[in-house]
């Protein structure tokens, strides 16, 4: 089992930044992949950036340039940086974990992001 605890949303205006933590624990293979889901209501849910641990990432085209993932292997915990947030990216983002070759996902509780003037 992996425990996936998130933290860093809320609210800001168009054109702010925030930053999004997920730290894992549990039964942590080496091999791993983390990163973000996003899903507004109504929408499908958004692959939003992955990092694996030999710190190999993808972003989504909808924020390259904007988003910046990274992870800190020691501390198994991963970051996504936001920065230039519109309102079009006000979702709940969902941390995920996912061990190298396996189909199972673990989950974070969600965080809220709200871009609002």
């Known amino acids: 089992q992996v425990q996936l605890v998130e933290s860093g949303g809320g609210l800001v205006q168009p054109g702010g930044s925030l930053r999004l933590s997920c730290a894992a624990s549990?039964?942590?293979?080496?091999?791993?992949?983390m990163g973000w889901y996003r899903q507004a209501p109504g929408n499908q849910r958004e692959l939003v950036a992955a990092?694996?641990?030999?710190?190999?990432?993808s972003t989504a085209d909808s924020v390259k340039g904007r988003f910046t993932i990274s992870k800190d292997n020691a501390k198994n915990t991963v970051y996504l940086q936001m920065n230039s947030l519109k309102p079009e990216d006000t979702a709940t983002y969902l941390c995920?974990?996912?061990?190298?070759?396996?189909?199972?996902?673990?989950w974070g509780q969600g965080s809220q992001v709200t871009v609002s003037s």
């Open positions: 995920f974990f996912r061990t190298w070759g396996s189909s199972r996902y673990y």
């Open positions: 549990g039964s942590i293979s080496s091999d791993n992949i």
């Open positions: 990092i694996n641990n030999g710190d190999t990432s």
